[in-house]
């Protein structure tokens, strides 16, 4: 059985030995097997950016070209739970696609499930995609995440169009200083207490629900107030937990810290922490809760 994939992405997995037009053997024990080409655009995403970016005008669906902030697109197809073929797709590597977002192949007459996955990406990250329920970042940091899974059958030779719609499954949190900070501040800690870094494509949600840690530089803004993302995947659709935001020297020691409990997070929204995060005398035991999804969460602490 041959399996001949076409891909309009990112970068053709080194591993498969596939590159641009060209064709990769899977499986060869049935040369006589039909197959059928099969054609899958990645055309929109089910969002609202007026709910993530906190203003604007609602948008049902946005196309993946015009979407910058996807700079990777992984596209991979299971039969029985094995790994028929993967491919990643790369915005800034356009030798690996001929139209972003669109993936042309030859699959045998089969039942597959189709896994497709749109990140941000940064150089550096390590994504990994293993099977329908199953994909994590595993470098510092996650990324704004989109994905969709769905069954595909293959009964003839005749050509198949699929169009896949992705949604957001990532919630992001915004971090603003009130106060200016002290030259000595290179960096902050942001750890979560609870959900994480891998999530099961299929239900969107975290695998892993024990938090982790990242760090920021930093975006300064005005007199030198701060203003830093970050992204978690949610055991459930919301989830509270505790954020610990840490301030660093140059040699990693702790100048300041904020204990921040209950913080509400949601998919596909933005929770923002706003008050004075580098003033060691500031107490973070008392603050706000905004819970207006639809225009974002702030947490004053």
Same mark, same amino acid.
């Given at each position: ?10 970068? &053709? ?66 039969? $029985? ?32 499930? &189709? ?44 050509? &198949? ?75 459930? $659709? ?26 509400? &997070? ?36």
């Amino acid at each position: 059985m041959k399996k001949h994939f076409f891909i309009a992405a990112v970068m &053709l997995l080194a591993a498969s030995g596939c590159t641009n037009e060209s064709e990769l053997t899977v499986v060869e024990n049935n040369a006589e097997q039909a197959t059928a080409p099969v054609t899958v655009r990645v055309s929109d995403f089910s969002i609202s950016m007026s709910e993530f970016s906190g203003g604007g005008t609602t948008r049902a669906a946005q196309d993946v070209v015009d979407y910058t902030d996807v700079m990777a697109i992984d596209l991979a197809f299971y039969e $029985d739970g094995t790994e028929v073929y993967k491919h990643t797709q790369l915005r800034s590597d356009n030798s690996t696609y001929t139209n972003f977002g669109e993936f042309s192949c030859d699959l045998p007459v089969g039942n597959y499930t &189709l896994v497709v996955i749109g990140r941000g990406y940064s150089n550096g990250d390590v994504f990994v995609l293993t099977s329908p329920t199953s994909a994590a970042y595993t470098t510092e940091r996650a990324r704004e995440t989109f994905c969709a899974t769905q069954d595909v059958m293959v009964t003839n030779a005749a050509p &198949l169009d699929l169009s896949v719609t992705l949604t957001r499954v990532i919630a992001r949190l915004n971090i603003l200083s009130t106060d200016v900070h002290s030259a000595s501040v290179t960096r902050i800690r942001t750890t979560y207490g609870a959900g994480g870094k891998s999530f099961n494509p299929t239900t969107g949600l975290a695998t892993v629900n024990t938090g982790f840690a990242l760090t920021n530089s930093g975006y300064w803004e005005g007199e030198g107030t701060l203003h830093i993302s970050n992204y978690t995947f949610l055991a459930t $659709d919301e989830q509270t937990m505790t954020i610990t935001l840490e301030s660093l020297d140059a040699d990693e020691n702790v100048l300041s810290t904020k204990v921040i409990p209950n913080v509400p &997070l949601k998919r596909n929204r933005v929770t923002t922490l706003s008050g004075q995060l580098f003033t060691t005398d500031a107490s973070a035991a008392s603050f706000k809760v905004e819970t207006d999804w639809l225009e974002g969460n702030t947490v004053n602490y």
